[in-house]
Every structure is written in C-alpha cells, then in structure tokens.
C-alpha cells in the first residue's frame, strides 16, 4: 500500500515551522495478444499520467465536496468488493496529493488538509449507510453505540492529543484535519469489515503500526477515562502520554524492545512501564515502576480497547 497522505502534512508542517510559522485505463478486448494488451496499458498509464498533471488545477478557493462525494460514489458502485473500494478511495486519496504538495500558505495547506478529510469522511459515511441497510437489529446497535461513542469522544480526544486550539496557532486547521482524516480512515477500514461479516465476503485489515496509535478506555461510553497515545514528537522522538481515569497524565519516552512491547518512562513522576499494541483491537500499559503511595502501583494493568 502506498505511502499515507498523512505523511505529507508531516513534510508540509515541518517546512512552515522552519519558514516561521482518474483517468482509468480502458478495458482491453480479450482477444488482444499478450504484446498488444502491455502496448495498450504502456499507452494507457501514460494518458492518465498526462490528464492528471492537466487537468488537475489546483485552486484552493474551490470547493471539492461535490467532485469528492462523486468520486466516491462511482467508486462504491464500480468496486466488486470491499476490499476493492477500500483500494480505491486510498488511490482517490493520493490523486488529490497536489492540493498538498503545492500549498505555499497555512492558509491553503488548511484547506487542502480539510479535503483529504472530506475524502474519508463521505466513505465512513457511504459505509455507514449500508451497514444501516443491511445488518441486523443487534448488529446495528452494537455498531451505532459504538459509531455515536466515537463521534462523542471527538473532541476529548483531540485536546488531549494537541492540547487547546489557540496553542496551535494558524496550523490546527491543518492538525485537526490530519489527525482525523487518519483516524477517519482506521474507522472506514473497521467498518468495512464489520459489513464485510454482514455481506459474506472476506476482508483483510491493511498493517498499522505497532509503536504509534491513540487508544481509549471509554468503558462503553461517549467519554474518555483513560487514553494511551504514542506518537512521534516534533523533534523525532518517540513519545507517549497515559492518562489514567482521568486522575494523572503521564507524559514520557518510550523504545521499541522489539519483541512488540515498548518500554516506557515518565522521568517527572518517575513511573516507568511496557505498552503493548495491538493495532486493531487495543493497547495495554503495565505499571513496572513508580513511587510508594503514587497514583499508580507496580504490577497494575490498563487496558484500552477503543481503537481511533
């Protein structure tokens, strides 16, 4: 799978911190020889590389919705499977690169975060839709808890990834955006294999990382009590925060032991532990060390199983 989008805002924010602030090919005959079928896709890749430098012009004045929400819905219905759709909306996703790459301003890097978001946001939706159509009434409110809790935790879980908006400046549009165009995405991929179940067919989760993730216990509600995110920080280095039951937030380094644990240590509190991911299903932090009458006792065990 291509390189993530998201990537690109980590390329485009970096430079602002340092300055200061398809065209398908055509289905060939099947009684095409083999020479004259690579002839004809040769031919073909070379016109859709052609149109899309043309005719993509970007402008970041122009509203993308209606071209995204038609995009996506030719893609829903061309798609044979699931797996197939979610293929394409990632391709869809990388044909818009140029709304990013050609940014000059925060201005129109804001903007142009807010389409790749729009991107997976009318997917989620469009998958949304047919899981309502097509599961049963026990499936679907399950699903529905689940889809009404992500929604409510939104915003909880965007402050305690960034902090307030205004300690951001001109660039949280740009953060916002990002952040949850990738948290979008992971949703998308959830439920599409949620409605793959629901539809008979198989479906395959794309690999997600093992040392980077934003993890919740919301105990089955629309409310974070305690949160693991591991991210890298602006200087490159690899840091966590671990919010327990909305008592203490541990904010520290962690290494990759790799063996698929990540050792942990907040030197202010001086707390040390192991987290472990398991990219779709949750994450846990085991307490390995900590003061005598802290928060937080060796040997205790949290468990995050909300998955953004």
Request: glycine share 6%.
């Amino acid at each position: 799978m291509k390189k993530r989008t998201v990537s690109i805002w980590c390329v485009c924010l970096a430079t602002l911190m340092l300055a200061g602030c398809g065209a398908k090919a055509e289905i060939e005959e099947q009684t095409q020889t083999v020479a004259e079928q690579d002839e004809t896709v040769e031919q073909s890749e070379t016109e859709e590389d052609t149109v899309t430098d043309k005719e993509f012009v970007v402008d970041y004045a122009h509203d993308y919705t209606a071209e995204i929400q038609e995009e996506v819905k030719a893609i829903v219905l061309s798609s044979t499977s699931l797996q197939e759709e979610l293929e394409k909306v990632e391709q869809l996703s990388e044909r818009y690169l140029p709304l990013a790459t050609q940014a000059q301003t925060q201005a129109e890097m804001n903007q142009a975060a807010g389409w790749f978001y729009t991107i997976w946001g009318t997917e989620l939706n469009d998958l949304w839709s047919r899981i309502s159509n097509q599961a049963d009434e026990q499936t679907k409110e399950r699903l529905l808890a689940e889809q009404r809790n992500w929604v409510s935790m939104k915003e909880e879980i965007t402050l305690e990834y960034y902090g307030p908006a205004e300690e951001n400046g001109s660039m949280y549009p740009t953060l916002y955006s990002s952040f949850w165009e990738n948290n979008t995405r992971n949703r998308c991929y959830i439920l599409a294999s949620e409605l793959a179940g629901i539809q008979g067919e198989s479906f395959l989760l794309p690999d997600k990382s093992t040392k980077y993730g934003v993890f919740v216990d919301n105990q089955g509600t629309g409310s974070v009590y305690s949160s693991l995110i591991t991210r890298t920080g602006w200087e490159g280095d690899d840091e966590a925060i671990v919010s327990i039951y909305r008592l203490i937030a541990l904010e520290g380094s962690f290494t990759d032991n790799g063996d698929g644990t990540l050792s942990f240590r907040d030197e202010e509190c001086d707390v040390e532990g192991i987290i472990t991911i398991a990219p779709w299903n949750g994450a846990s932090f085991e307490v390995t060390a900590s003061p005598e009458d802290f928060v937080v006792s060796v040997g205790e065990t949290f468990e995050f199983d909300f998955v953004f």
